[in-house]
């Protein structure tokens, strides 16, 4: 447990490989809306405990239930915030934890997450330079897609529409007049970054998988790092 703020306690799963010595790399694995903190970290880990690095899960506000993040949200906007913007700033508190251990290596930090965790993931990348690596899955798209898209054939789900998929934190008041997606996974670069979705995905559509990749994969190519980039969509 941590504080990211004074009053708030951030609970969190520290996993290394047994026996490990020294400064270790550590990738933060993200859990999403209907995960636990365990599950994240341990069977989605193995294959990076079992090549030595440690991983880091992180259970930001109101993470795990997206009941419990709708009813939060009211709130932060009261406080002249963002629930979203609160769940990163809890993030950003994880990574100046870490700085605190004397077996995490600062240099090679990593962040994973899947749906929810997968936004945290370019989330807390684009606002903090400490993440080096960071493959976000099934949490990147565009609002612009998200808020068009009505559930069809290619969209299994009760859902009536993909915005109707998200719970009310994923849409800060003003957004789009900052950017969309694209425009803050542009942060990143020329950071390593992988972007992961799904062909049938009720709440990120392909469409807008394919087209805020292809405008990162213009960024990182215009700033000569174009090895850095690359999509999959499954």
């Not at 709440?203 to 405008?215: L, N, Q, R």
Request: aromatic share 10%; proline share 6%; charged share 20%.
């Amino acid at each position: 447990f941590f504080h990211s703020e004074p009053d708030v306690v951030v609970p969190a799963v520290f996993v290394k490989p047994a026996g490990a010595q020294g400064k270790l790399p550590v990738v933060l694995a993200l859990p999403g809306s209907s995960s636990t903190s365990i599950d994240v970290a341990l069977p989605w880990g193995v294959p990076l405990l079992q090549r030595g690095m440690a991983i880091f899960a992180v259970d930001a506000k109101a993470s795990r239930h997206a009941k419990r993040a709708a009813a939060y949200t009211p709130e932060t906007v009261e406080r002249g915030g963002t629930a979203l913007s609160e769940m990163a700033y809890d993030l950003i508190r994880a990574l100046d934890y870490l700085e605190t251990r004397d077996d995490v290596d600062m240099e090679r930090i990593g962040a994973f997450g899947i749906s929810q965790g997968g936004t945290w993931t370019w989330m807390l990348a684009a606002a903090d330079d400490r993440v080096k690596v960071s493959a976000p899955v099934v949490g990147v798209g565009s609002y612009r897609t998200i808020i068009s898209c009505i559930r069809d054939e290619t969209i299994d789900s009760s859902f009536g529409s993909c915005l109707d998929s998200h719970s009310l934190y994923y849409y800060p008041p003003g957004l789009l007049q900052v950017g969309d997606q694209a425009d803050f996974l542009a942060l990143i670069a020329p950071r390593p970054l992988l972007v992961l979705g799904m062909s049938r995905d009720n709440c990120f559509p392909k469409s807008g998988v394919i087209e805020t990749s292809e405008a990162l994969k213009q960024v990182y190519a215009e700033m000569g790092a174009a090895d850095r980039f690359d999509y999959y969509i499954g």
